[in-house]
């Protein structure tokens, strides 16, 4: 060790001895000045979603459809040949019936909904004179039917099923008696005809008693009402919708569901609970989105100053050597910074207020991926703090108390469970919510009174459901 290290050594080892005497002080303690709370307000989206089961309205559908969708009894010409010289030219008498012989299917297909139903037909013929009366035949096929329908939302808050006027077979509908085809199209395609524009009639009652802006409507107000995330701290959601758009109808085997995307901002905060928002009217549907988008919501994590100042002793009093004992550690905030103070005294001085405040301030880190908070840039306020440091047994006391990571992965997971079983929750007149959270990213970190709050902006998904 070269002479200057050892003077150095030497000199802090006094300084620090003096620093420990009963009358001696290291520093001034910073003022208590905390940070002024934030408001935690973001641009959210709510997704709303109006369901119905489609086997119901395949009901209601069905009720106005016949069995029997055409019967025939026509005279038609059989026999066209020639023998020897002569062309000979008779005709038979033709009846038969089409008919369906199941129920009406509707399902889903992404935009669509197909309806389909299978249709048997059967036909027979004879001779209509007494030269060809011993002519006969019969035949029956069975084929299916379907036809679609495209949903939408118009601006006005109606939907219209667009039930389209085509259909096809699966097969040609076609009956062989007597060496002839029967085409059963054109006797049947006009009923079908006949019983589509039905349909679409009682379909188009079906949807009107959904009175889908009605329902809208709930679930536009319901999306003002405050809501309790989490009890302990008490922390509170406030919705201010501003717009709704329409994103689109979906279906599958059994549900058919309108999207709506309800855009405004998202409002978090702590203690008691918000004055209700009054709900405006309405608005009208807004332009058409492909999907509603992400609901975000700013969710403070408080990291209490006690908690930090015990994960900072824990640090501290594992690396202090020789004569020195960490009696107590504080930390709080001042002007923008956390302030920590370490009481140092010597191991062999048990007189209750023994001991000297060092005084150390430092901007905090968060990293929201591994939930853990950092001093990386924790520094004494005055060099003879840092002296006493330096000579406090340990020389990269300091350097540890810089790469400490404090975890507060049990107050965030505490958050965040509360506040997803919270956003899943019946709402009045057979609406329900259902919301889930799952992603987190660093908004802001401020010093507030009673702790670090760790503000994290929280992105996943929240419905409005009304349906099934």
Not at 185 to 203: D, G, M, N, T
Not at 277 to 283: F, G, H, K, R
């Amino acid at each position: 060790m070269s002479y200057r290290a050892a003077y150095l050594r030497i000199g802090a080892a006094l300084l620090f001895a003096t620093l420990l005497s009963p009358s001696a002080r290291a520093d001034e303690a910073p003022p208590i000045a905390p940070d002024k709370p934030a408001p935690f307000v973001t641009p959210s989206r709510v997704s709303a979603t109006i369901e119905f089961g489609i086997p119901a309205l395949a009901r209601a559908v069905e009720r106005d459809v016949p069995h029997r969708l055409a019967t025939f009894d026509e005279r038609i010409q059989c026999v066209h040949r020639r023998v020897l010289f002569f062309r000979v030219r008779a005709n038979c008498d033709i009846e038969g019936y089409v008919e369906r012989t199941g129920p009406i299917s509707l399902y889903g297909r992404g935009d669509a909904i197909i309806g389909s139903t299978p249709i048997y037909g059967a036909v027979s013929g004879q001779g209509a004179n007494r030269f060809t009366r011993r002519i006969h035949g019969e035949a029956e096929a069975g084929v299916t039917v379907e036809a679609e329908a495209r949903p939408m939302l118009r601006h006005d808050w109606s939907l219209d099923l667009r039930l389209s006027d085509s259909f096809h077979w699966t097969e040609p509908p076609v009956l062989h008696v007597l060496g002839r085809n029967i085409q059963l199209a054109r006797y049947v395609e006009p009923r079908i005809r006949e019983q589509l524009a039905r349909v679409r009639v009682r379909a188009a009652e079906a949807v009107r008693r959904l009175d889908l802006h009605g329902k809208a409507e709930t679930a536009w107000h319901h999306a003002f009402t405050p809501i309790e995330l989490s009890d302990n701290p008490p922390v509170w959601l406030q919705l201010n919708p501003q717009s709704a758009a329409f994103a689109g109808v979906r279906a599958d085997r059994r549900v058919l569901w309108g999207v709506l995307e309800i855009e405004g901002n998202a409002a978090t905060s702590v203690g008691a609970a918000p004055a209700p928002v009054a709900a405006t009217p309405l608005p009208p549907l807004g332009r058409d989105i492909a999907a509603p988008g992400k609901f975000e919501v700013i969710l403070p994590v408080n990291v209490g100053y006690d908690f930090l100042s015990q994960k900072v002793k824990e640090v501290a009093a594992a690396q202090l050597n020789g004569d020195v004992a960490l009696r107590d550690v504080k930390t709080y905030p001042s002007n923008g910074k956390l302030i920590v103070g370490l009481k140092l005294a010597k191991k062999t001085d048990t007189a209750p207020d023994a001991g000297t405040w060092l005084y150390l301030t430092a901007t905090p880190q968060v990293d929201p991926e591994t939930q853990t908070l950092r001093l990386p840039d924790l520094a004494a306020l005055a060099a003879k703090a840092d002296a006493a440091v330096q000579a406090s047994g340990d020389a990269d006391l300091a350097d540890r108390l810089r790469q400490a990571k404090i975890l507060y992965q049990e107050a965030y997971q505490r958050l965040l469970a509360a506040a997803n079983k919270n956003l899943t929750r019946p709402l009045k007149n057979g609406f329900r919510m259902e919301g889930h959270l799952d992603s987190a990213k660093l908004d802001h970190v401020a010093l507030l009174q009673d702790g670090v709050s760790i503000a994290l902006r929280m992105s996943g998904d929240l419905k409005i459901l009304y349906g099934l």
